[in-house]
């Protein structure tokens, strides 16, 4: 039987001392509208259509249409998300950021010892729709100089299938030596769809972290169509007293289903309690040390089904390429850079010739939709 594999490697333990956010207005709910937040671009002050005449200071409250989902925080009526406006065609990108202090924790981070984690939502609803949002996590010295690599959700947009979901983005990362200041960035792109900037951003957060002597090598997980087979290896392990292996099906609400005593290098644990109607699990480590504290590893992925694997060949192509690797019958679409749909296709064979003669040089995606599973390759037409 076919086993689906994932990995999360060099995977520090670190301790949360803090259960306090440190993103002001972290779910769009505060009053003032937009406290916390600095606007560097927005869309128009007002949009003409219900929900968004709501619109103010890149917030919006959404009426729970299919155009307009609930918020991803309270997901009821009077929610509020983050929304950059309304604006003609090919604008932006429109950004918000918050700026973070983090000076206090200079002493710490200069000795390497203090790690942010970051989470938010993003939510591109509206069917086939280009518009595009990304989050952008940049860590700064006292001169405002970015130090090492932002990290960057990438851009999400339903044209690029995102589905009509709240999507998370996470990351952690240990402060590198100088950082002062922590900015979040929210940025929206709009193309073809006009006026609103279909692109909604909630619940977002970064919390402080203090590594721990207890370092993950390797943290992995497989599927086999029955169970979930788990395992992690240490490097070293200082004072700890159990891991408890959580699960959770959604990402945020985790459940212990195991405790395993530390005292080795290489654990492992085989969830037999999965269901045929979960496609994906997602775990995570509580390890906890013999004074009370602990600490979270990262969380791990693991689809329980197989998915489509979308190969493309030659790849630079020029006149035909040749898509392969599918399973079911559906749909390929073809996107420019822009998110624009130039060429689309019926596939009902595992194999399938497109003629791409007419597309111009440059970044293509290609996407194929079977009804309920989602893939796309990137494409470069010579």
Known sequence: MQKIFYSILGAFSTLFVTAQNLVVNYDAESLPKGTGW?????????????????????????DGSALYPFDQTTGTIGGTTFFSGCSIANQGPFELKQDINVTADAPNIDLGKIEYAFTGYIQTPVSGETDQGSFIVDFLDASNTILGTSYTSGPQSNALGSLDTWNQYSNTRKAPVGTRKITIRLQTQIFNNTPEINVYFDNISLFKGIILPVTLTSFTGSADGKNVNINWKTEEEVNLLNYQLQRSTNGNVFTTIATIPAGKRDYSYIDKNVTSNADKYFYRLKMADIDGKYAYSNILLVKTKLQQTLRLAPNPARGIVTVTGLTQPGVINIFNGSGKLVLSAQSRTYTTNLNIS???????YVRFSDGKNISYQKLVVE
Do not use: R
Request: aromatic share 10%.
């Open 38 to 62: 600095t606007i560097v671009s927005a869309g128009g002050t007002t949009c003409a259509t219900a929900p968004t005449n709501t619109y103010n200071n890149w917030t919006m409250i959404p």
């Open 358 to 364: 007419a597309l111009s040089s440059g970044l293509y």
